[in-house]
């Protein structure tokens, strides 16, 4: 849940498909072990609260990217210099029928 509401937090209406989560900021919303914060992402991934538009990971020559995040109940705007494309809310969370 914290998770959630620290992605909630970084939302501002137009960087719906922008948003991440870092251990720095998490520590700030009171997610303190990297352990928990890889749960939390990868649990509400799964029930569909929010969705991964960017894998992050390591480049070349060592420049490290975030995964990007977006809220499935809102829409998400184009930004082709993130190379995201823009989305209509896709509500996944409501296809979610068991625990």
């Known amino acids: 849940m914290l998770a959630y509401l620290a992605l ?7 960087n719906n498909g922008d948003l991440s989560l870092p251990l720095s900021r998490a520590k700030t919303c009171g997610i303190s072990h990297p352990k928990t914060l890889a749960r939390s ?4 991934c799964a029930v569909g609260l929010v969705a991964v538009t960017r894998r992050g990971g ?17 829409e998400c705007f184009d930004m082709p210099v993130k190379h995201l494309d823009a989305m209509r ?8 029928t068991s625990v």
């Open 89 to 96: 809310a896709s509500n996944e969370w409501k296809l979610v």
């Open 8 to 14: 909630l937090r970084e939302l501002n209406g137009f």
């Open 41 to 44: 992402l990868r649990a509400i």
């Open 58 to 74: 390591c480049t070349k020559g060592g420049h490290r990217l975030p995964n990007l995040y977006r809220m499935t109940d809102r």
